[in-house]
């Protein structure tokens, strides 16, 4: 289907487009990349009044590190995060998250702060900022507000931010010298939205996890940061202890059924990506091998 | 504000100017406008890339491009790369390797090939099917699409060694 009418301005600059939001409210939407807008609006399940293109706002790209903290603009493009070396040397798991996200043509023009406000529960980036810490940086007529990601994902494509306020950047700790990561996804195609996805920053010494962050995506409305990771924590994982940290995931999710899969499947593969997390965290393919869910 | 606004760009090397409703995604303006009919639609949310052009030299959706995000930019379709010759060593190779049935994929495909091909000079079979994972094609079952997207890969190291 097409988009139904709107009207169309292009910002000038980030104060001009907040100035925009508050005249237009919750009759306008934000266009960055359009790569989720646009399918939404095609479909009608979006059918705004108003179109504030932010596209051409070069102040809200780029991507820097300084002090430990890793600052991504809103408008950096999936395409600039897979190319990105600061990004695979600070923050790579957002750099193996982002070969997931759709196909070169869609990751050309799609942005990370556009991906992170539209929040769809089956993406990767709201999971990654999750596990990752991050702070989401809101900028709206009373000035700039940090929401932790951990607060930021309220429901499916429902966020912190008012009608209002503009997404401008991530900030995120860079990557500490002892930590790993794992991600994973299940997905029909490559590109597709992940039926079951798990995003997880880990730290790993002596052959333990001493920190476990686990965030899954697909399985709730929001990114799930899995409590039963934490019994794999600071002690020796063993079948038996893995075992039990499966159990006690398939009773903490409750996942929902769509036209892809039922609960049952998702939670089948959200324990089966538990276990690869593990077995790659610790360098141990017998967990995997044994480790049946 | 929903009548149409004016746009100026390039497309296939030619200036067009227009005047366009903002709803007008760019895969309509250049079928329905310029009556260039070589970029499909096929899905028009983003799954199944028969609308792929390239705009400032990357490949895009165009059907999840508006016409009036276009302004001041170089769009080239299957049009262009067909007639400068860029691309005629694959399409001979999707030709002969039967890369083709029914072609409705087949400009979008082209497209996305040929993005791959000036990126990466030996492309594996696994990339070659990550970097087309974006275009369905319900005809071929994709083995001859990625068999002529190799073929000439090596046709054009042998060219240029």
């Known amino acids: ?195 079951v996805g798990l995003a997880a920053l880990a730290v790993v010494e002596n052959d333990r996890l001493n920190d476990l962050r686990a965030v899954f995506f697909g399985v709730s409305d929001r990114p799930q940061p899995a409590k039963a990771a934490a019994s794999l924590v600071k002690k020796a994982v063993t079948p038996a202890s893995l075992s039990r940290a499966l159990e006690a995931l398939g009773e903490e999710l409750d996942p929902p059924e769509d036209q892809q899969a039922n609960g049952a499947m998702r939670r089948h593969l959200a324990k089966l990506l538990l276990v690869r997390c593990a077995s790659k965290l610790l360098d141990r393919p017998e967990l995997h091998a044994g480790g049946r869910p | 504000m929903t009548a149409p606004l004016p746009i100026s760009l390039h497309v296939n090397g030619e200036r067009v100017e227009a005047q366009v409703l903002p709803r007008l995604n760019l895969a309509d303006f250049l079928r329905e406008h310029l009556k260039l009919t070589g970029t499909h639609v096929g899905c028009e949310h983003g799954v199944c890339g028969a609308c792929t052009v390239r705009v400032d030299g990357e490949i895009v959706r165009s059907c999840l491009t508006l016409a009036v995000q276009t302004q001041g930019s170089c769009v080239e379709t299957i049009e262009g790369l067909s007639d400068s010759g860029e691309i005629t060593d694959l399409q001979n190779a999707f030709r002969e390797r039967n890369a083709l049935q029914c072609g409705f994929c087949t400009p979008g495909m082209l497209i996305a090939a040929q993005d791959l091909l000036k990126h990466e000079k030996e492309p594996d079979r696994a990339q070659i099917r990550e970097h087309l994972s974006g275009n369905y094609c319900r005809c071929t079952g994709y083995q001859a699409i990625i068999d002529a997207v190799e073929e000439t890969a090596g046709m054009r190291r042998e060219r240029k060694p």
């Open chain 1, 1 to 195: 289907m097409k988009a139904s009418a709107f009207s169309y301005v292009r910002a000038t600059s980030v104060g001009n487009a907040i100035e925009l939001l508050v005249a237009h409210g919750e009759r306008a939407r934000v266009l960055a990349g359009g790569q989720s807008l646009m399918p939404a609006m095609n479909l009608r399940l979006l059918a705004p009044e108003w179109i504030v293109d932010i596209g051409r706002l070069s102040e809200l790209r780029g991507i820097s590190v300084s002090g430990g903290l890793v600052t991504i603009g809103a408008l950096t493009r999936h395409a600039d995060v897979l190319n990105s070396p600061e990004l695979a040397a600070h923050a790579p798991l957002l750099r193996q998250a982002t070969a997931h996200i759709a196909h070169p043509a869609i990751r050309n023009r799609g942005t990370i702060g556009g991906s992170l406000a539209h929040a769809d529960p089956a993406s990767e980036m709201p999971a990654c900022m999750v596990a990752l810490d991050a702070t989401i940086v809101a900028r709206g007529p009373a000035g700039e507000r940090r929401i932790p990601a951990t607060e930021f994902f309220c429901g499916i494509c429902q966020t912190a931010l008012s009608a209002s306020e503009l997404l401008v950047a991530i900030e995120l700790p860079a990557a500490a010298r002892n930590s790993s990561h794992f991600f994973g996804e299940f997905a029909r195609r490559q590109g597709d939205y992940a039926i």
